[in-house]
């Protein structure tokens, strides 16, 4: 009988040995040889990129079918047609393209291969067979184990997917004898990642945009997945904005494009810093257009520091109250959480506005208005007033009018009774006092205040019994340019527009210059009834002589009276 023809002609190829001069060891090993396209993973190949879709490469790689890489697989390397590298192949897929990898690797096809493999150290392919105890099984040429702390997953549903699939790993430990082999993915995935991330740096340039994918997010930012690379995306840099948490803004699995800030390609460092609100207009840019110095406008505060607040305006625009611009009370404001919380909504006004240099001030008390600007219709010279004491200083007391309005009672003000040295002797701040509106100077937003004119004197008395035009008998006491003094009574003084004799032509009353002078008023009091002793009105008027006056003024607020003679 005819030997009968074989249905593969691969073994025709095959050179015919004498039967018991070579072993089938020796028949298969030259059959591997003979069988390169097989073992095609033990060398790699010159490649040309043909064509290039949104998951795969192909490559023209000199068979009858082309080539296919998946881009994951190139970490971020771009390639375009035309292009060429080295390539290995790892089998063929199920529509007959042969199945790349840019590494270098081989599978073993006897234990003379997986020795050299475990003493070089190589990287060597295998197929993962089965979750085992404690890891995997996994085909090498002979059963091998991998553990699953040395595999690269830790879930229990990933080491499922990793059945039937096709893996890079190294020989960590080899015993012929007991044909115990036991392989490592985890250091060569690693040492893949590494050398992917060291040539991914050397050729990512700062300033450039790429696309990637959020990985994870933290609190102070969120890792992007560049392609086998990660890169840092920091909380303030993802929008212009304030953003409280990342996972706010971003979600794990979303496709984004940013700018990358930063390269540190240092050996101890080697980070990306990437950023997303860099690839947005900066919103400073118009600032000059949407915010002027008077505008009215609402924000947010988004903190508050010693100094002041802090209050989101729009996002990335933040403008700064300072704590004198809080209250129209002054020294009353200590802290802004006094005034205002984080988070709080409020109205302001904008004192100035500066683009270059980033700053916008802002007013809160010029929002709710200026209290001074009543001042003039609620507060008159002469009126009285109430308030507690704010403040004390050396030279006299602060009292609160209003919110935003206080009035100053100097020292000499504080008591007609006697002399006060400090205010602190006779006033304590808090203390509600009433005064007296001396003097008001709206330019200089200042109220003078007087403590001692709300007691009532002899000269309040005179002044309410008298007004103007009425006839009064004084004695003219002093003369100053051309302004006499006239006493109309014990303690009550006024002033007259005459020419007094001189010292020299004074009356010579020695007696009545030693005369009591408390007795003065009963005096002129009896010689207003009777008119006696009043000199005839084109007699000279000499100081010390009582004469007739008639009252041409009476300023009730000051307590200043005004004579003429009569």
Known sequence: MSKPETSHPEISEIE????????????????????SRKTEGSRQLQATVIAVNAESAFF????????ILP?????????????????????????GYYQLSRFKVERPMDWTGLEKAFADKTTVLGTVTAVIKGGFSVDVGVRAFMPASRSGVREAAEMEKLVGQEIRCRIIKLDVTDEDVVV????????????????FLSQIKEGATVSGTVRSLTDYGAFVDLGGVDALLHVSDIAWGRVNKPADVLSVGQEIEVKVLKVESDADKRR???????????????????????????GTVTRLVEFGAFVELEPGIEGLIHISEMSWSKGKIRKASDVVKQGETVETVILQVSAAEHRISLGLKQALGDPWAEVAERFQVGSPVEGPITNLTKFGAFVQLSEGIEGMVHVSDI?????????????RVGQMVKAQVLAIDLEKRQIRLGMK?????????????????????????????????????????ATCKMAV????????????????ISSLSSMLQARWKSGSGVPAKTEPVRTGQVRSFRIVSIDRAAKKIGLEFV
């Not at 015919?16 to 069988?35: A, C, M, N, R, W």
Request: charged share 35%.
């Open 453 to 493: 004119q709300m007691v009532p004197t002899g000269l309040d008395e005179y002044i309410a019994e008298h007004k103007e035009g009425d006839v009064v008998t004084g004695r003219p006491i002093e003369d100053a340019s051309g302004q006499a003094r006239v006493e109309l009574g014990e303690g009550i003084h």
């Open 184 to 199: 490592d993915r985890r250091a060569v995935a690693e040492e893949e990642a590494r050398s992917a991330k060291d040539n």
């Open 71 to 95: 881009l994951a697989a190139l970490q971020g390397e771009a390639l375009k047609p035309g292009d060429k590298c080295l390539v290995t192949v790892k089998g063929r897929d199920l529509d």
């Open 16 to 35: 015919p040995v004498s039967e018991g001069t070579e072993s089938f060891g020796d028949i298969l090993s030259q059959y591997q040889k003979s069988h």
């Open 60 to 67: 023209d790689i000199g068979y009858k079918s082309e080539g």
């Open 272 to 298: 990306i810093s990437v950023g997303l609100k860099q690839l947005q207009p900066h919103p400073w840019d118009a600032v000059g257009e949407k915010f002027r110095a008077g505008d009215r406008v609402r």
């Open 501 to 516: 004799a001189s010292a020299s032509k004074k009356e010579a009353a020695p007696k009545e210059s030693k005369a009591d």
């Open 415 to 427: 008591s007609a009774e006697k002399r006060i040295n400090q205010p602190q002797d006779v006033l």
